[in-house]
């Protein structure tokens, strides 16, 4: 079956507007990606700044260990969370750029295919533009009379 040059056209808009779609998609996971890194990050920082804060001195206040300890694994958990977030934000991005990079093959393979139909179809114009002029030619010719020789 073979498409017209104008159903290719076509063909190739739609194509580029998928593509468009799916540059979109790809920067929404891309965006969504980077919230998700710096909510890990600033996990990390609130157990790191856990970490680094001085115990008062005197004497040990059992609820606030037991507080310290509970937030702890909060701040564990979530950071845990986050990881795993941020891991399937990972498997998106990728995802989604080679969705995005078929969609581009895709539409590459009919714009192709369109210049290619193009050309064929310049080249059939030009052998019948060159077929008319030879039969405008050889009409030309076999209307005048053929020279004969006198031997005189």
Same mark, same amino acid.
């Given at each position: 079956?073979?498409? *017209?040059?104008? +159903?290719?056209k076509r063909l190739i808009r739609q194509r580029e507007l998928a593509e &468009?779609?799916? /540059?979109?998609?790809?920067a929404e996971a891309i965006a969504l990606r980077e919230r998700r890194a ?6 990390? %920082? *609130? ?9 008062h001195a005197g004497p040990l206040d059992i609820a606030d260990a037991l507080?310290? %300890? %509970? ?9 845990? @969370?986050?990881?795993? @977030?941020?891991?399937? *934000? ?6 989604? +750029?080679?969705? &995005?990079?078929?969609?581009? /093959? ?15 179809? +310049?080249?059939? +114009? @030009?052998? @019948? %533009?060159? /077929?008319?002029?030879? $039969?405008?030619?050889?009409? /030309?010719?076999? *209307? ?5 020789? $006198?031997?005189?």
């Amino acid at each position: 079956m073979s498409l *017209s040059s104008k +159903r290719l056209k076509r063909l190739i808009r739609q194509r580029e507007l998928a593509e &468009l779609v799916q /540059r979109r998609e790809l920067a929404e996971a891309i965006a969504l990606r980077e919230r998700r890194a710096a909510a890990l990050a600033e996990a990390c %920082a *609130s157990r790191e700044h856990l970490f680094a804060v001085e115990p008062h001195a005197g004497p040990l206040d059992i609820a606030d260990a037991l507080a310290g %300890a %509970a937030y702890l694994r909060r701040l564990e958990r979530d950071i845990a @969370a986050r990881e795993a @977030a941020l891991a399937h *934000s990972d498997e998106d991005v990728a995802e989604e +750029r080679a969705v &995005l990079m078929e969609r581009r /093959r895709d539409r590459r393979a009919l714009e192709l295919l369109l210049e290619r139909r193009q050309a064929e179809e +310049r080249l059939a +114009r @030009a052998r @019948a %533009a060159a /077929r008319q002029l030879d $039969d405008l030619v050889a009409a /030309r010719w076999r *209307s005048q009379p053929i020279p004969t020789e $006198d031997p005189a």
